[in-house]
């Protein structure tokens, strides 16, 4: 599964989330709202990949990403850097 990681720490969905007027809580509410399996992503999700410290965390799935960036009305790649392809081979 692919797995994207958070720009500058996450500021860049800090911004986002502060531009919009959206606290944790209210993001994963969007989340949801925007999901069509109606799940979304918890407000614990939104503030580990969001917040700072201990408990921040550097990467997130792609559904969980694309959710985020939907909800925030925010280009992907400008809260997320996206993988680069691996290309390594072996020769025998």
């Not at 993001?27 to 925007?34: C, D, H, S, Y």
């Not at 925030?72 to 997320?80: A, G, S, T, V, Y």
Request: hydrophobic share 40%.
């Amino acid at each position: 599964m692919t797995h994207l990681l958070r720009k500058g720490n996450g500021q860049p969905i800090r911004d986002a989330m502060k531009r919009n007027g959206l606290s944790g809580e209210r993001l994963a509410e969007a989340t949801r709202a925007i999901d069509v399996a109606g799940r979304g992503i918890s407000a614990g999700t939104v503030h580990k990949i969001a917040g700072r410290g201990e408990t921040a965390v550097s990467e997130c799935r792609l559904r969980t990403a694309w959710l985020i960036a939907t909800a925030l009305d925010e280009p992907l790649q400008r809260l997320f850097l996206m993988p680069s392809v691996s290309t390594d081979t072996v020769e025998r």
